[in-house]
């Protein structure tokens, strides 16, 4: 969402687009008439054989707010207004025909930046490049993330965003202009001369086209952006460290485990994290944690880092350990019971230590053996 802030007329959009919604969705009585309008419009498209039925489709739905941090909800927000743009329309005048005070006119200023040709424009716009990005914005939202699938959605994303720069631009201009002529939305001539703000103060001449405003200024310049977003936040260098890391991930490992791959990671990105010794001994370390680790039978059945690392934690801890530290406690409790508190006291200052409560009504056992047991 961050990259589209610096191209004029995608701000513009979002900023309209949040406002027609909160318009509409202002009361529940709108938000029936705007259900209504959808009832109307689905009977009359299935009335003309312009539309499907069956179970699950053409569902009655209502307007999505865009979120401030997550881009797939902006994605929602624009599909949930292109579904429903004839019935928000409808609504919209509606409350300028019935509506009175200040709610009149931002109905009416909320129709009239809805059905502009530049806000049907960007609006399919962002949908089509919402949808190719998607899949990464929601792959990285995910707490348990595939290193090596984040990498690929990364590579695919960009070339999908280059081709949609290199060969969408005739289709995306035919879609938006028959959207337009169905609802009868103005289309400009794209071949007369652009002015912008500027220069049409100052009378200045215009070396452009309105098509070229719309192909250069604003469809180049919205993919450019995302490129350029993707570009800084995955730079080759963190690109290469993301590739050599992802050998760590069992799905990718088990096959073939390239050590190689993990001591370049070291060499490359945390060559002050190791010494020069740590360094000469990572070869045959590695090689270990092939045997003991990479060719485990439970080794298998990980499907991530996530899982590797609970698996490793797992294993370290031994469960005879942890019942014969509870017997430990239990005995002393009932040593505590046979001798008093004080003489219990007195054995465990000689191995542990005691810190007396912030009520100062007993004590706090820190004892190696068990630590952080209440006493008292």
Same mark, same amino acid.
């Given at each position: ?196 703000? %500027? ?138 019971? %046979? ?38």
């Amino acid at each position: 969402m961050a990259a589209s802030q610096g191209v004029i007329a995608l701000r513009k959009f979002f900023t309209h687009l949040t406002f027609v919604v909160n318009v509409v969705s202002a009361s529940s009585k709108r938000t029936d008439q705007l259900r209504d309008a959808q009832v109307e419009q689905i009977a009359y498209l299935i009335s003309i054989d312009e539309l499907e039925t069956g179970r699950g489709l053409n569902q009655i739905g209502t307007l999505q707010r865009a979120g401030d941090t997550r881009w797939s909800s902006h994605l929602k927000s624009v599909s949930s207004l292109i579904k429903m743009y004839s019935p928000t329309c409808e609504v919209l005048l509606k409350i300028v025909e019935e509506g009175t005070g200040s709610i009149k006119g931002d109905a009416d200023s909320a129709y009239e930046a809805m059905t502009t040709f530049e806000f049907v424009f960007v609006l399919h716009l962002e949908k089509e490049i919402m949808e190719i990005t998607d899949l990464l914005c929601q792959a990285l939202q995910r707490q348990n993330q595939d290193i090596f699938n984040a990498l690929r959605l990364v590579a695919s994303t960009k070339v999908l965003l280059q081709k949609m720069k290199d060969e969408g631009w005739d289709d995306l201009l035919c879609l938006v202009k028959s959207f337009c002529q169905v609802r009868n939305i103005d289309i400009p001539d794209l071949s007369s001369s652009y002015y912008n703000r %500027g220069a049409r103060a100052r009378n200045e001449h215009s070396d452009h086209t309105l098509e070229h405003h719309y192909r250069v200024d604003i469809f180049y310049e919205a993919i450019n952006c995302q490129l350029m977003e993707l570009d800084h936040r995955f730079s080759d260098s963190s690109m290469e460290m993301l590739r050599l890391a992802s050998i760590l991930d069992p799905k990718n490992a088990y096959e073939t485990f390239r050590s190689l791959d993990v001591r370049q990671l070291v060499e490359q990105f945390y060559p002050e994290d190791f010494s020069d010794h740590e360094k000469t001994i990572l070869k045959m370390q590695l090689q270990h944690y092939v045997v003991d680790v990479v060719q485990h039978e439970d080794y298998k059945q990980l499907t991530s880092i996530a899982d590797l690392c609970q698996w490793e934690i797992a294993e370290k801890i031994s469960m005879e350990e942890i019942v014969e530290d509870f017997k430990k406690v239990r005995d002393k409790r009932k040593v505590w019971e %046979g001798i008093g508190f004080s003489a219990f006291v007195e054995e465990e200052c000689t191995g542990g230590g005691l810190v007396r409560d912030n009520n100062g009504k007993g004590f706090s056992l820190l004892s190696a053996d068990f630590p952080f047991t209440r006493l008292g």
